[in-house]
């Protein structure tokens, strides 16, 4: 079963760029970018944020931008908010056993 | 826009059958897969498996051998049972929607707002 990796936490200003890694142990990322990305306030449910990689849902801000080189994804929040504080996890597709898998979560701090 | 909400017990006891069911309103229950995942306490987020209206299932393997995910159309729900519970199954359960890419992946656009499950005697 293939894991997907993200830091624990990376901290950012007021009006910066900041990107999020999540990177897979197995070729899945490489070859698709299936990578889905949520967002997560304390006590509150996912949101949905990227899907397929660089997709966004409707209403989502384009300062949310998906991407991948080789095998790790990436999530960069332009603009930074402190409203953009919160808990960031990538999901991606095994094509195994497991069908969905999430990384551990990155905590954002501004 | 789609709204989905659990119900179900907070307070399950060890061995005992934890069951949860999501109804949905807003939308058509078909189409989607309907998914359940969890995230313990101040942990991360672990899918169980998904109901399609074609009733097809998937699991995640780690439960597999513990878990149903079945669809009533004619209610708009879908249920959630794990069976054989422990301390471990203690987490807040979401029901989510779920679509399928064609390649594959998933990706859940909607998402009830989680119910606390605690497993205890």
């Known amino acids: 079963q293939s894991a997907l990796t993200q830091p624990a936490s990376v901290s950012g200003s007021p009006g910066q760029s900041i990107t999020f890694s999540c990177n897979e142990s197995?070729?899945?990322?490489?070859?698709?970018?299936?990578v889905s990305w949520y967002q997560q306030y304390p006590g509150k449910a996912p949101k949905l944020l990227i899907y397929e990689g660089g997709k966004r849902p409707s209403g989502v801000s384009n300062r949310f931008f998906g991407s991948k080189s080789g095998n790790t994804a990436s999530l960069t929040i332009s603009g930074l908010q402190t409203e953009d504080e919160a808990d960031y996890y990538c999901?991606?597709?095994?094509?195994?056993?497991?069908?969905?898998?999430f990384g551990a979560g990155t905590k954002l701090t501004v | 826009q789609v709204q989905l909400q659990e119900s179900g017990p907070g307070l399950v006891k060890p061995s005992e059958t934890l069951s949860l069911t999501c109804s949905v309103s807003g939308g058509s229950i078909s189409t989607y897969y309907w998914s359940w995942i969890r995230q313990p306490p101040g942990k991360g987020l672990e899918w169980i498996g998904y109901a399609h209206y074609t009733g097809s299932t998937n699991f995640n393997p780690s439960l597999k051998s513990r878990v149903t995910i079945s669809i009533d159309r004619s209610k708009d729900q879908f249920s959630l049972t794990l069976s054989s519970v422990t301390a471990a199954d203690t987490a807040f359960y979401f029901c989510t929607r779920g679509s399928r890419s064609p390649f594959g992946s998933f990706s859940f656009d909607s998402w009830g707002q989680g119910t606390l499950v605690t497993v205890s005697s």
């Open positions: 197995s070729s899945d990322i490489g070859t698709y970018n299936l």
């Open positions: 999901s991606s597709y095994t094509g195994t056993n497991t069908l969905v898998v």
